[in-house]
């Protein structure tokens, strides 16, 4: 890579060329087209406090002043 950024080879575009097929023999994952993920984590939040709430918690919210349902 050197040698093609300092513009020493003949046909810059022909060794950049030689120099990714030389890296994607080696590394190919670097040139994966992977599939994205999806926007959010499905299966979260589906755990609900309970009716009454948790003790400990209802202090807390209770002396941040927050409404305890």
Known sequence: MDKIMAGNGKNQ??????????????????????????????GTGGTAFPPNGDPAVNAICAAAGLKID
Do not use: N, Q, V
């Open 13 to 42: 575009s022909d060794e950049i060329k030689a120099a990714l097929d030389k890296l994607k023999e080696s590394d190919g994952y670097l040139f994966e087209e992977a599939e994205l993920p999806p926007p959010y984590a499905g």
